[in-house]
């Protein structure tokens, strides 16, 4: 498999196609931490082994988002201009709005949208079927689905999603200009903005409405659109690469994929493994030291930034043993791929109904599913915050 590795790109954006690139999984073995920047252009502490990304993580009062990254602002006071600003949002302002959104993602809650999910996938593997026998599985599938979920979960033309796509790809591409990203996280602002003052205006029975109708009184435009910009920017982003990063990973590890179709109860597990393995968010935001401490042996000072790498936090041996195979017998490990702490990702039991629901669907409606071009010939996102392909040629 050709590398994807790049001695441009930081080293903790590296991959080795679906996989972590050496270079970064060696930095679990240097002493300390391993000293970096940011995507940002700042200097920082790579911190690479699964317990210390636990502890950074887990420790919201020792280790702040909240001005750890330069964020765009617009004039307007009441907007962000930053997507997914949830994300860079410290207790008590990230608590309330954490507050208001579990109750909506619990797995009870999520669970009721089962029969829609289970309606769309069948949908366009009917498609695909009839317009087969081929298909870019990313753009027929993997990218269709949740993005149609996310957009009926929040009250969203489903028509204005490849715009918000667009916005979503060209603002996380750390491969192009600061003033490009700029540019697109202020136009999914302008537009996550119109969609929440849309829902103040006229509360539908979607997420948005819900909102505005039990916290009213607590929301601001600013926190509605904090809200709509994380879900949308994470409600499907991720799940789609992980969508066809986990085919592609079953296609190449064919043992894998048969055990799989001889034993259909091993698919929770069996996301689980893949999530772990695949590690497709391959940073959090970083998170600023509020005084003197020590991570994995290294004296950090107050106000330094510590990024943390998810993928090498679970590829690392003291997570799991022979992190580098695939094995969805695996015992469950207590993967990071969601992150940890006060941060780790609200819409987690939606990303594994919608995997649960897509990864047996399409491998029970094409049996004969294989690559219909050489691994070798697969483009990835390289540089991208989400890795995955860029598409995935398929036939059957």
Partial sequence: MTSESS???PVFLRRDGLL???TLNRTREVPGLTRSTTVFGQECWLVSRAEDVRTVLGDAGLFTTGDSVPIFRSDDPDRFDLPGAMLFMDPPDHTVLRRMLTPHFTTRAIEALRPRITELVDQHLKTMAEQGPGADLVASYSWAIPSQVICELLGIPVQDRATFQEFIDTGFDFSISEDERAAANAALNQYVSGRAEQAFRAPGEDLLG???REHGDELSLKTLT??????IQAGHETTADMIASSV????????????????PELIPGAVEELLRYLAIVQISPPRRATRDTVVGGQAIARGDLLLVSLP???HDPALVPDPERLDITRPRPSHLAFGHGIHRCVGAPLARLELEIALPAVLERFPGLQLA????DLQYKAGAVVHGVRSLPVAW
């Fill in 226 to 231: 904090a809200i709509a910009a994380t879900l």
């Fill in 210 to 212: 819900a909102l505005v």
């Fill in 312 to 314: 090498a936090a679970n």
């Fill in 248 to 263: 592609l990973a079953l296609l190449t590890h064919p043992e894998q994929l048969a055990l799989l179709r001889d034993q």
């Fill in 373 to 376: 071009v050489s691994v070798e």
């Fill in 7 to 9: 001695t441009v790109a």
């Fill in 20 to 22: 972590p690139d050496v």
